[in-house]
């Protein structure tokens, strides 16, 4: 990537610069009302273009000096824009050709604020290669982001000892979103959040969290600024905030209805116990001992049913992860249950890895053996109690494999599984029924993993592995260290 200003050169006559293209000529005449003395900010460019085989997506990442409004506590910040999300050119060099009524490319382009140092005269350069990152994620996986998911990152964005460790997704408070000649674009802002923060936007959800910034100057205000400096979580800050959360985890659950991570899964055979497919009993595979199934939701919606087909087809056979899981928590008309995946470096050889017959051989188990690494395993509180009891369902998809395992309570409708055959399998997709007996169950087991209302970090991690068993229900679980 390269650093340059925006705009022509007059010493230059104008036939040796080629026209804007009408994409980026729209999304360039927003931001010249937003900032219309700054018509040449500083620009990150890639080098060499993505359509033409250069690494990075975006095309730019333009950004610009706000002053902030100082008397309603907005204060001078950073702003970065980017540019090739949405199509910019509308030839189908990048993005499928689209109409102006339907989303542009991906439908989205990312900012993000970052509070100005006092002593900094230009913008820091690295929140360009996280946006790049977030877009590599985006093409390759398919999966938009939007306002109220989460990405879990695990280190400080700009790897320093910063506690701002993880992001969450907003609307950008001036930018919204527009129309271009090849669609509409929504600008998602990037929020920087601790882990306790994020901890909460996924036992709760990340608009609620969000709401709590806002009010709070010091976590970001109404603009969401994030603060690389700032020491304190919104619950150092205001003690009253960790009440407010649990108490939206008690009445509402929690909306997210996924993760991506480690996890496999084999037949119990009810009579032998454990039909162990691997001579190494504690080995956590990727992918099924047999075979599993499609799942849903609370409603299983179609829609998110083919999102889970599509990217078992893809394979994901991941060895060198893009991105760190990134969970989804934004509700989509009632159907909360999609949900972000960590897809390989290359996926075009893939896409026929799980034949389309696969997915529609059904298999029936009457026990299971289900196994998890501790980063996955650590969501199990979660996933019984801010989901299953709450009436919904909870999947976890592999990283590493073409395999989904998802728990679905009693109440949600459209799934494979019944009272009479609480564990089936279809193709790579497995449901697993907890009905509310083996909620309550696995709710109190799953206590010495963590309380869900308790955001801090983590003591210490618990001693692995972890094995929970039970035998009325003829299943297993099993959590082993993150490394495989």
Sequence with gaps: MAVHKVGNNQNFTAN???????????????????????????????????????????????????????????????????????????????????????????????????????????????????????????????????????????????????????????????????????????????????????????????????????????AGGTWLITDMRRGESMFEIDPMAQEEVARGIETEGSNLSGVSGRCSWSQLDTERGLRRLSDDGGLLREGPATGPDVPDLPQISKQDSQQIKTALRRGLLN????????????????????????????????LEVLDSTELLTTKKFEGLHLTFNLESGSLLPLAIKGRVKHGRHFTFQSVLGDTAITLVASSVTGALVCAEHPYVARGSWLQVLVPDDLADEMACSFEQLGCLEDFSAPASSPTLPKRFFWPEHNLRVTILEDKV
């Design 16 to 218: 040796l610069f080629p026209p804007t293209p009408l994409g980026l000529d729209a999304l360039y005449s927003l931001c010249r009302r937003i900032y219309p003395d700054q018509d040449n900010p500083l620009q990150v460019t890639a080098l060499v273009k993505y359509w033409l085989g250069g690494p990075d997506p975006l095309d730019y990442i333009s950004m610009y000096t706000n002053p902030g409004i100082p008397s309603q506590g907005i204060p001078p910040h950073w702003h970065y824009i980017s540019y090739g999300l949405s199509d910019l050119h509308g030839d189908g060099r990048v993005h499928d050709m689209s109409r102006p009524d339907l989303p542009s490319g991906f439908g989205f382009e990312l900012t993000f604020r970052l509070k100005r140092e006092p002593e900094e005269t230009a913008p820091p350069t690295w929140p360009a290669a996280v946006m790049q990152a977030l877009a590599k994620y985006v093409f390759q996986s398919g999966n938009v982001l939007c306002a109220g998911d989460h990405v879990s990152w695990h280190c400080a964005l700009d790897n320093s000892e910063s506690r701002v460790q993880h992001m969450l997704m907003a609307e950008d408070p001036q930018l919204g979103s527009t129309c271009t000649p090849f669609g509409s674009v929504n600008f998602v802002q990037i929020v920087g959040v601790c882990a306790e923060e994020l901890r909460a936007a996924q036992r709760w959800n990340g608009s609620g969290v969000l709401e709590i910034f806002r009010r709070l100057q010091d």
């Design 319 to 350: 060895t060198k992860p893009i991105l760190p899981p990134i969970g989804k928590t934004q509700d989509v008309n009632d159907n909360d249950d999609h949900f972000k995946k960590e897809l390989p470096d290359s996926i075009g050889s893939n």
